[in-house]
């Protein structure tokens, strides 16, 4: 397949509104590709060469980028500059500029394969033999496919949908309808890596989708819990249930393959990144474990080297970094509690009972090898069937600083991918107020007045993620939360992001548009007083209800663990809605 009808897909996907209208043009485009090239298309439509675990790293600045645009435009570099402040992207300036482009018709493979080169130049001299390569390539090839090349470097694809629209434009490319979908979803639940599935669909058709299974390496869609406000609530609804420590640290699965050479051990984050040169003293610890191969999973937590408590989340994000790991390792040392285990020696465990599971993760981290590192530990559990013991335990877990717990049915399978009440959170925050942060992502922001004015910033336009629609729902403006220059930094990093018109996976009331646009990357932690009912916010919108907005809200941080999709969707926030008014023992206010 030639990438140019690809751009020309991805041209036509920018001017469509209508989601349904987008999965049908992807079918279409996915249709005509082979499985190989289906599998490259999937991975360039979410701006990468590579599933999430495997990062696609340009390592290109944007002034090399702005430098290279201009050789190919022949004009100069200030010229280029204010080409793309006019039009806030990269990809528009080459649209938009009067050249001729290349003759040459390069097929997907090529585009791949030069990607592939680009990012392989390395070594001393290799920004300018990176703005040689990228000159050459950019002449070969016309306005269009280059407006999509560039703007895969820089980082701002932005085509407007995530990896679960993907996954309905496979289903209608084998089908013509949604009537696949859950099988694809299964599998890519449990074997995430979207070019693998279209690859397997196209060459082995559902029968080989409904055959995927873990494979170590490649991460999982991690479960996800539920709320319910009280532990009466959690033991009426699970009955004999098992009972978590919440900790507030980094979620890490955990993939161990001993039966290649070098040992593989591997940390994804609850977002699929690769972590695993951030944690070389886990790593070392977890070559211990007595197993052929495993996949865990368990949360990371820095302790204070004094006193042996638990340290803040803001404490354990320091150990994500690059750079001076050992020096953080020593400074923040960290303890892995894990607390479910996958997949064991070639078995997948996904369909046992968490009692079993439970069973198998206790073997294995009852090891001498193990224990001697004091660093690899099961997550405490205790048994409930009633209410009051729950409760107690509840407390005891608040009044040594944890978050609270996770409630876990003994029956239930471990559902990848899935929020349901098979796992329930019960947090020291459900009193009947909000004081529960709340993950939204920033969509725009305001000039504001008076001194921030100078700032050039002065409130954001944060929304909530609806999963049925794949789109990004307003529910709040913030303008408190943010020191002087916390507000100076926040708006370079929305000018990294900000786009000309609002983006099409964006529900916004008219009156609400912000001053600037910005494509909904970034997470950030929101506490508000209590989620009310409003007549302009979109969360949760229905044709017989109001949207939900957020009453008094403050920005209290950012999740860089996390991507846009695993924002609090608005079906949680529905069930928070609701859960004010359980614990206060009344309806929905009217």
């Not at 585009?111 to 070969?140: C, M, N, P, W």
């Not at 980094?250 to 070098?262: E, M």
């Not at 070389?280 to 070559?287: R, T």
């Not at 600037?516 to 919108?541: F, K, N």
């Amino acid at each position: 397949m030639k990438f140019n009808q690809v751009a020309r897909v991805f041209d036509a996907i920018e001017q469509e509104s209508s989601r349904t209208a987008i999965t049908k043009l992807l079918a279409d485009l996915f249709k005509q590709a082979t499985p190989t090239d289906a599998a490259t298309i999937a991975y360039l439509s979410l701006g990468s060469l590579n599933p999430p675990y495997i990062a696609t790293q340009f390592n290109f600045a944007e002034k090399g980028l702005i430098k290279t645009m201009a050789l190919v435009l022949d004009t100069t570099v200030h010229a280029v500059q204010a080409a793309v402040h006019k039009h806030g992207d990269v990809g528009l300036v080459l649209a938009h500029a009067s050249w001729a482009g290349g003759s040459d018709i390069l097929s997907v493979h090529d585009v791949q394969k030069a990607l592939h080169q680009f990012i392989d130049l390395s070594g001393t001299g290799s920004q300018e033999h990176k703005e040689q390569y990228l000159v050459k390539l950019l002449r070969a090839l016309d306005p269009l496919s280059a407006k999509y090349i560039v703007r895969i470097i820089a980082g701002q694809l932005r085509l407007g949908f995530s990896d679960m629209t993907m996954l309905d434009a496979f289903s209608w490319m084998a089908t013509g309808d949604k009537s696949i979908r859950k099988d694809i979803e299964e599998a890519y639940n449990i074997c995430a890596d979207i070019g693998f599935i279209i690859k397997t669909l196209k060459t082995d058709g559902i029968e080989g989708i409904r055959k995927v299974n873990i494979v170590p390496g490649i991460p999982i869609l991690p479960a996800a819990a539920e709320r319910l406000s009280s532990a009466g609530a959690i033991i009426e609804r699970l009955g004999r249930c098992a009972a978590q420590p919440k900790l507030d640290g980094f979620r890490l699965q955990i993939h161990i393959d001993k039966t290649k050479h070098p040992h593989v051990v591997r940390f994804f984050s609850r977002n699929l990144l690769d972590m695993s040169p951030m944690f070389p003293d886990l790593a070392k610890s977890l070559e211990d474990l007595d197993v052929h191969n495993v996949v865990a999973d368990g949360e990371a937590i820095c302790v204070d080297i004094q006193t042996g408590s638990f340290l803040p989340f803001q404490e354990t994000v320091k150990r994500k970094r690059k750079y001076d790991i050992e020096k953080m390792s020593q400074d923040f040392p960290l303890k892995l509690y894990l607390f479910d285990i996958l997949y064991l020696n070639g078995t997948s465990l996904l369909d046992q009972t968490h009692e079993h599971r439970r069973a198998q993760l206790l073997k294995i981290c009852d090891d001498a090898a193990i224990k001697k590192h004091q660093m690899i530990f099961p997550i405490e559990e205790e048994i409930f069937d009633k209410a009051g013991p729950l409760e107690a335990y509840f407390q005891q877990n608040i009044a040594l600083g944890l978050e609270g717990l996770v409630v876990k049915r003994m029956d239930a399978p471990y559902k990848a991918g899935k929020r349901n009440f098979n796992w329930i959170k019960l947090k020291r925050v459900e009193t009947g107020t909000l004081d529960d942060t709340i993950d939204c992502v920033i969509l725009g922001y305001y000039f504001g007045q008076g001194k921030r004015a100078s700032f050039g910033i002065g409130a954001l336009l944060v929304g909530v993620y609806n999963k049925h629609d794949d789109t990004f729902q307003t529910v709040a403006k913030i303008g408190t939360g943010l020191t002087d220059e916390e507000w100076r930094e926040q708006k370079k990093m929305c000018e990294h992001n900000k786009v000309d018109h609002k983006p099409h996976n964006v529900d916004c009331a008219n009156p609400l548009y912000p001053d600037v646009w910005t494509y909904p990357t970034t997470v950030c932690q929101v506490r508000a007083d209590e989620i009310t009912r409003s007549p302009l916010h979109r969360a949760g919108i229905t044709e017989k209800t109001l949207g939900f907005a957020l009453r008094f809200p403050r920005l209290m941080g950012y999740r860089p663990d996390k991507k846009p999709t695993e924002a609090t969707t608005t079906d949680e926030l529905k069930e928070l809605f609701a859960l004010q008014f359980a614990k206060r023992g009344k309806g929905e206010q009217k």
